[in-house]
């Protein structure tokens, strides 16, 4: 089995931690936005949800980026 190295450790962290988190947006907002679409007032639902996702997965990101 070949050795990774450091850079190759780090990438594959990274990535290992940023398919983790899309993960668990995805099984977060997709009850969200079933229920949303459900609703004939879910718009504002649907609004929130989709930009509290947009904003979560920014600071995650940037968390992420920060110290990876």
Do not use: D, H
């Not at 050795?3 to 907002?29: H, P, W, Y």
């Not at 229920?35 to 007032?41: H, L, S």
């Not at 949800?49 to 920060?66: C, D, K, M």
Request: no cysteine.
């Amino acid at each position: 089995m070949k050795e990774m190295t450091k850079a190759q450790a780090s990438a594959f962290t990274r990535n290992f931690v940023l398919a983790i988190v899309g993960i668990v947006i995805a099984v977060q907002l997709i009850p969200t936005l079933l229920y949303a679409v459900g609703n004939v007032t879910g718009v504002a639902l649907l609004s929130a949800s989709l930009v509290g996702t947009i904003v979560g997965a920014g600071i995650v990101l940037f968390i992420v980026e920060a110290f990876m």
